[in-house]
């Protein structure tokens, strides 16, 4: 099974900060790699799919790169309201697995 | 407005069973895959089920595999998981949420509020 891994686990940045999270895959997964938001209490948001394709509705200072097996997920800009985990998750398992990366956590 | 609505946790024994249900409306059902996914309290997130449209194609993580059984039941727009055999690390927080593709990339663009299952005696 392709195993997930993110770094760093937690991060402190001040609003304006440019921070970028990174998602290894312990295999190749092209870029079959979606991100999630998730603030305290709630349920997760779609940030990107295919490794760099923004959701509908999602602020562009959010933006994915990578394919492969190395991924990052880049804020630029960081708001106050950015404060929340983050989650890689790949797509590339056949039969699905949907295997999620063990988070970020991003403290402003 | 897409609306995913989780109930039936709570207090689970050790052994025993409980019945998860999502209700689902603002979009058509049946034509999408449903997933079940859950967090374990302080913890990430972890993948469970998955279900097709028309419900003839289900895959399990390998952690509830045999004791978990998710099903649909597309004229009340409607997603159930029976558990059971149920654990101590089966306690967490339970969401479904909806699955979409778009060209070849999958992903889960809504998600419900989730619902709280306890497992212990």
């Known amino acids: 099974d392709i195993q997930m891994t993110q770094s760093p686990s937690s991060l402190s940045a001040s609003v304006g900060d440019r921070v970028t999270i990174t998602c290894r895959a312990s295999?190749?997964?092209?870029?079959?790699l979606n991100w999630y938001q998730q603030k305290p209490g709630e349920a997760p948001t779609l940030l990107i799919f295919g490794a760099s394709r923004l959701q509908t509705g999602v602020p562009s200072r959010f933006s994915g790169s990578g394919s492969g097996t190395d991924f990052t997920l880049t804020i630029s800009g960081l708001q106050p309201e950015d404060s929340a985990s983050y989650y890689c998750?790949?797509?590339?398992?056949?039969?699905?697995?949907?295997?999620f990366g063990q988070g970020t956590r991003i403290e402003i | 407005e897409v609306l995913l609505v989780e109930s039936g946790g709570g207090l689970g024994q050790p052994g025993g069973s409980l019945r998860l249900s999502c209700a689902a409306s603002g979009f058509t059902f049946s034509t999408y895959e449903m997933n079940w996914v859950r967090q374990a309290p302080g913890k990430g997130l972890e993948w469970v089920s998955y279900i097709s449209g028309g419900g003839n194609t289900i895959y399990y993580a390998d952690s509830v595999k045999g004791r978990f059984t998710i099903s649909r039941d597309n004229a009340k727009n409607a997603l159930f998981l029976q558990m059971s055999s149920l654990r101590a690390e089966d306690t967490a927080v339970y969401y479904c949420?909806?699955?979409?593709?778009?060209?070849?990339?999958?992903?889960?663009?809504?998600w419900g509020q989730g619902t709280l299952v306890t497992v212990s005696s």
């Open positions: 949420a909806r699955g979409r593709c778009s060209s070849t990339y999958c992903f889960f663009d809504q």
């Open positions: 295999q190749y997964i092209s870029t079959f």
């Open positions: 998750q790949e797509n590339y398992s056949t039969p699905v697995l949907y295997t």
